[in-house]
T-cell receptor, first 114, second 115 residues
Framework: GENVEQHPSTLSVQEGDSAVIKCTYSDSASNYFPWYKQELGKGPQLIIDIRSNVGEKKDQRIAVTLNKTAKHFSLHITETQPEDSAVYFCAAMLYRGGADGLTFGKGTHLIIQP | GAGVSQSPSNKVTEKGKDVELRCDPISGHTALYWYRQRLGQGLEFLIYFQGNSAPDKSGLPSDRFSAERTGESVSTLTIQRTQQEDSAVYLC?????????????FGPGTRLTVT
């Protein structure tokens, strides 16, 4: 089955700086890669996703890049703000046209220092 | 509109007792998922439903775990003879079946503590 590794487990950056979180996956057939943000006491919320036919996707301060050859993908957050502090999870899935479960990384605790 | 809701939000039970966790998905979402999140860990996929059918139950940790869904709506996750290692947050998510891949919308979870 799929295995997703995520680094770092904790990331502390100064407000206004950029943050990068990296993930690798094992199943070369996986074709869907979402990123979720989880705040304390809440369920994860999708912030951005990318499909395997795209190398990069951007949404305001958030971007995701995908390298299929190396089987890794990264989340980039620019101009970080205090409200970006949370736990971020990457995930991977082989989308075959129906529902299926996601394989998640273990999460990165992002801390934005004022 | 209303999101995914789960009940109870917290459950403390004694080892050996059975527990039932409930999930109310977003109205109209055909797919429903259950995940387990142990403290400081990522989410572990347990099972999904397409309509009322669960095509693959291999993610359930043991035969003490079972899940059902009725009316393409509410789902219950039942854990029999609970063990301390069952302590975790159990998260439910739902998604529509049009287009795809589908964003999974998560509920707030049920925190289960087995003493």
């Amino acid at each position: 089955g799929e295995n997703v590794e995520q680094h770092p487990s904790t990331l502390s950056v100064q407000e206004g700086d950029s943050a990068v979180i990296k993930c690798t996956y094992s199943d070369s057939a996986s074709n869907y890669f979402p990123w979720y943000k989880q705040e304390l006491g809440k369920g994860p919320q999708l912030i951005i996703d990318i499909r395997s036919n795209v190398g990069e996707k951007k949404d305001q301060r958030i971007a995701v890049t995908l390298n299929k050859t190396a089987k890794h993908f990264s989340l980039h957050i620019t101009e970080t703000q205090p409200e970006d502090s949370a736990v971020y999870f990457c995930a991977a899935m082989l989308y075959r046209g129906g529902a299926d479960g996601l394989t998640f990384g273990k999460g990165t605790h992002l801390i934005i220092q004022p | 509109g209303a999101g995914v809701s789960q009940s109870p939000s917290n459950k403390v039970t004694e080892k050996g007792k059975d527990v039932e966790l409930r999930c109310d998905p977003i109205s109209g979402h055909t797919a429903l998922y259950w995940y387990r999140q142990r403290l400081g860990q990522g989410l572990e996929f347990l099972i999904y439903f397409q309509g009322n059918s669960a095509p693959d139950k291999s993610g359930l940790p043991s035969d003490r775990f079972s899940a059902e869904r009725t009316g393409e709506s509410v789902s219950t996750l039942t854990i029999q003879r609970t063990q301390q290692e069952d302590s975790a947050v159990y998260l439910c998510a739902s998604s529509p079946m049009q287009g795809g891949p589908y964003e999974q919308y998560f509920g707030p979870g049920t925190r289960l503590t087995v003493t």
